[in-house]
């Protein structure tokens, strides 16, 4: 059983950072394809990063040079570090995977292959 767990989110003005976790039992990055998403009222979800080990991060041109995601060493937490925020950037942060399966790349393009989804957290810009 995944479960997914998101927090970190408030409110930071324009320039600010914030860093997100996500609390992950049961997803391993040894098999799953782990990834940021956040989605802003009246707009689609949107991905933004997604992690499968160290030496396969990608990120949404969107976010890239800005955002950074990451594990930590224990594999049970996810991050994403998230600098020069924008009020663009303003909408509620997901955290979500899925298991890894060859053939199938892991990219935050590839937002309906995801399963397991957290509740997400509530990030405000403001100018």
């Known amino acids: 059983q995944v479960q997914l767990r998101e927090s970190g989110g408030g409110s930071v003005q324009a320039g600010g950072s914030l860093r997100l976790s996500c609390a992950a039992s049961g997803a391993t990055s040894s098999r799953f394809c782990m990834g940021w998403f956040r989605q802003a009222p009246g707009k689609e979800r949107e991905g933004l990063a997604t992690?499968?080990?160290?030496?396969?991060?990608v990120y949404a041109d969107s976010v890239k040079g800005r955002f950074s995601i990451s594990q930590d060493n224990g594999k049970d937490t996810l991050y994403l570090q998230m600098n020069h925020l924008k009020p663009d950037d303003a909408a509620t942060y997901y955290c979500?995977?899925?298991?890894?399966?060859?053939?199938?790349?892991?990219?935050?393009?590839?937002?309906?292959?995801?399963?397991?989804w957290g509740q997400g957290t509530q990030v405000t810009v403001s100018s």
């Open positions: 979500a995977a899925r298991a890894f399966a060859f053939g199938t790349p892991c990219t935050p393009k590839r937002i309906s292959d995801f399963t397991y």
């Open positions: 992690f499968f080990g160290v030496g396969g991060v």
